[in-house]
């Protein structure tokens, strides 16, 4: 089976299992938008952010681990592994619990303080749930994993609808509750994963062996969370939970492009690793980099074409101008998909310091540029530091790969990026004649920035339609 082959297998596994719930939030957008205001959405924003930072932290994120030991592993040795693991968990879940009733205690006045115990809720069921979801993958049960992402998307629809028209912002954070704790069962039972959970099979060397492996990442995730979720507690302490609002609605877009990525993603790590060895592995890398980067441009040029008409179709009235802000949110996910995928590389090589060492580049990035921007300019402060931000972990990861593997697109992603910022700029006169104007320009460089990259897939895909033609 050829190398593009097999990387499209690779992405077809974790196709269905991902999709349906990242999709969700954005199928699901206008009813929110019209069951919350700006406000209110900004809440369950934050809330999602503060789940989503502790998430990696509290179990020393241990389901990071069931995802890799399992393999080739005995049956004992796998009741072993996830037995300590899920024991483990319930153990921080408890003591988590106890550090948040003594937080209580405190009285600051913010949203995490005064939603202290949904962020709670969230962050536990999503803990469970994200166990059941990577031990499946991890005894290669994909049939599973993905039906979780259909059953948790169906759920989160079912009690979004239930419960937030009555009681809003606390319906949302239930919903998200009830949903993970559904998927979670379902995942547990219809994989059959109770075959592998015994109290008796709880092991202290296992668990070391697996606090081992994940303990180090847990740093990677709390720098990727200061880079794209910093910006949300200090907009909500000098701009408000409106902007807050504005920003998770501007980011919609942004974040299916990014998902899309995310899944292409999943599947090149493994084929890096398969072909890294390879005498050839420079020209392909590349070129695979040149595709993808300019599929993900002509997107983002797409998406500042009809950013405004997304929002006006999307959401109501009181959310109109987040549409100035999805424009520059879509580059920063273009940097940030661009060291994610030159990352590949230190994962190939087995030289994770690297992949550390830039993404503190981008933690502190966000630390010095949130803070410098947010209290001048607010929401456009936090965008142009998530960009900036994202821009650091990316040059730093390209000038460490340099080493491994020669990087030839340095040209093409400025030309690209500057086709992207001509286009904003020109948006933001709000003249949708210059603006179809600047983007027949723009498409006219980009075919011509992009055109012996395309010109091959092209060629390719005339041969493969002919021989089929011909059969």
């Known amino acids: 089976m050829g190398r593009n082959k097999i990387l499209a297998k690779n992405i077809s596994f974790v196709l269905i299992g991902n999709v349906g ?10 009813l929110y938008t019209s069951w919350l205001s700006p406000a209110d959405y ?10 989503g930072l502790l ?4 179990a ?27 024991f483990f968990q319930i153990f921080c879940s408890l003591l988590c619990a106890f550090a948040f009733f003594l937080l209580t205690f405190i009285g600051a006045k913010n949203s995490f303080f005064e939603y202290i115990w949904y962020v709670y809720g969230i962050l536990i069921s999503n803990l469970f749930q994200k166990y059941a979801q990577d031990f499946c993958r991890g005894i290669n049960k994909m049939s599973v994993f993905s039906f979780t992402g259909i059953v948790q998307s169906a759920s989160i629809a079912l009690f979004s609808i239930l419960l937030i028209p009555h009681t809003g912002v ?17 995942t547990f039972f219809y994989s059959r994963s109770y075959r592998f959970l015994s109290v008796f099979m709880f092991d202290w060397t296992c668990l070391k062996r697996m606090l081992k492996y994940s303990i180090p990442l847990i740093p990677t995730a709390i720098m990727w969370w200061l880079v ?3 910006n949300r507690p200090l907009l909500e302490r000098h701009v408000g939970m409106f902007a807050i609002g504005l920003f998770a609605v501007a980011n919609k877009l942004p974040n299916v492009l990014n998902m899309v990525f995310g899944l292409f993603q999943q599947a090149w790590n493994i084929t890096a690793i398969e072909e890294f060895a390879k005498k050839d592995f420079s020209l392909y890398y590349n070129k695979m980099f ?46 940030s998909n661009t060291s994610a995928f030159v990352g590949s590389v230190f994962t190939a090589i087995r030289k994770s310091n690297y992949i550390f060492i830039s ?6 990035g966000a630390i010095v540029f949130n803070y410098l921007l947010i209290p001048q300019y607010g929401l456009l402060g936090a965008c142009v530091a998530i960009i900036l931000s994202h821009l650091l972990s990316m040059v730093s990861r390209i000038f460490f790969s340099a080493g491994f593997v020669e990087f030839k697109a340095k040209a093409v992603i400025v030309y690209n990026i500057l086709i992207i910022m001509l286009l904003y700029f020109v948006s933001l006169m709000e003249k949708g004649w210059i603006l179809g104007f600047t983007f027949a320009i723009g498409l006219v460089v980009f075919v011509s920035v992009n055109h012996d990259t395309y010109s091959i897939l092209i060629l390719k895909l005339k041969n493969t339609v002919g021989r089929h033609i011909n059969k």
């Open 21 to 30: 719930s990242k999709l969700m939030g954005f199928i699901m957008l206008p």
């Open 42 to 51: 900004g809440v369950t924003d934050i809330m999602g952010v503060y789940a």
């Open 55 to 58: 998430l990696n932290v509290v």
């Open 60 to 86: 020393c994120d241990v389901s990071d681990a069931i995802f890799v030991f399992p393999s080739g592993a005995t049956e004992v040795e796998i009741k072993k592994y996830y037995s300590s693991g899920f």
């Open 170 to 186: 606390y319906g949302f954070a239930t919903a998200m509750i009830i949903a993970n704790t559904i998927t979670g069962i379902f």
């Open 228 to 230: 794209s979720s910093l």
């Open 290 to 335: 040149r595709v993808v980067f300019g599929m993900q441009t002509f997107l983002c040029m797409v998406l500042v074409l009809f950013s405004k008409l997304f929002v006006m179709l999307f959401t109501s009235a009181e959310y109109m101008e987040a549409w100035k802000y999805v424009p520059l949110l879509c580059l920063s996910v273009l940097f």
């Open 359 to 364: 993404t503190i580049f981008g933690g502190v």
